[in-house]
């Protein structure tokens, strides 16, 4: 099976697979299409990615453990920095791939689906409004 497909076996759909290089690839492809606008912020933040969000997580968040959270941003916006207390961890965007895969049928699917993730994940360390989001055509 080729990862750009998702395989049909029995009329039921199989998610998309692939190792964590693959992955790793689409993930820098899709950064860069990123408008550098945003993109150059990105110098500032830790892209990592998971298998899946923990239960933690989701339980912080407030979100069933069947919710399809495909990425999350931990840290201190630019809004709430402050200069006499500087944040103790870096800022991060955890990417989720087995809830991104699973999610999109093809590779195009997944990188726009990634790129997305990582415009909205980099709004909120920005401050950004979902109006300039909606702007640079991420809505």
């Not at 990592?48 to 069947?66: A, F, G, H, I, T």
Request: aromatic share 6%.
């Amino acid at each position: 099976m080729s990862a750009d497909m998702v395989e049909w076996r029995q009329g039921i759909a199989r998610i998309m697979k692939m190792s964590n290089e693959e992955f790793d690839r689409i993930v820098q492809r899709a950064i860069r299409r990123i408008p550098e606008e945003i993109r150059q912020h990105l110098d500032n933040i830790v892209i990592s990615v998971q298998k899946r969000p923990s239960r933690r997580l989701l339980e912080d968040m407030d979100l069933p453990p069947d919710e399809p959270l495909l990425g999350v941003f931990e840290g201190v916006s630019l809004l709430e920095r402050s200069v006499t207390e500087p944040p103790l961890y870096p800022d991060t965007i955890f990417l989720f791939q087995e809830p991104l895969q699973e999610m999109c049928e093809t590779l195009e699917e997944l990188e726009e689906e990634i790129e997305i993730t990582v415009v909205h994940e980099v709004a909120h360390y920005l401050g950004m409004t979902e109006e300039r989001l909606e702007e640079l055509g991420y809505e």
